[in-house]
């Protein structure tokens, strides 16, 4: 009986299997947010169900028509975002005005809004 490493090796070395071509990174889906549709939380709600049936990752949400984001519309996207996050992905709002990140940041989501993007022409030194 031979040993594990008195076992000759075989002549020819198969090769590695190959890993599963990894799928392009997908573009975000983006939604644009209007007063009218941040008024009426149901139907955001709608809206963002529907977008998330379609198995988005992303979510860039423009909020700049919007002043100051009401509670419903705010819960509404707090709740996407938790879906999304179970998904590897998550929601960004971009452009808040000033009120509302304020109101962002009293109901502690500040999180969900967009990183802010400095000019790269200056430095503070």
């Known amino acids: 009986m031979q ?8 002549t020819s070395v ?15 889906a983006r939604l644009g947010l209007t007063p009218a549709l941040a008024e009426h939380p149901a139907l955001l709600r709608t809206q963002l169900n529907e977008l998330l049936a379609g198995g ?6 423009d909020v700049a ?6 509670a419903g519309a705010l819960h509404s996207l707090v709740e996407a975002d938790a ?3 179970c998904r590897g992905g998550r929601i960004r709002l971009c452009n808040p005005t000033a009120r509302s990140i304020r109101v962002l940041a009293g109901s502690k989501t500040l999180h969900l809004a967009a990183p802010l993007r400095w000019p790269t022409g200056s430095s503070s030194q």
């Open 65 to 70: 028509d919007v002043p100051v984001l009401p």
């Open 14 to 28: 198969l090769p590695a299997p190959r890993r599963p071509e990894q799928s392009p990174r997908r573009a975000p």
């Open 56 to 61: 988005i990752r992303t979510l860039e949400v």
């Open 3 to 10: 040993t594990l490493l008195e076992h000759p090796r075989p």
């Open 83 to 85: 879906t999304l996050r």
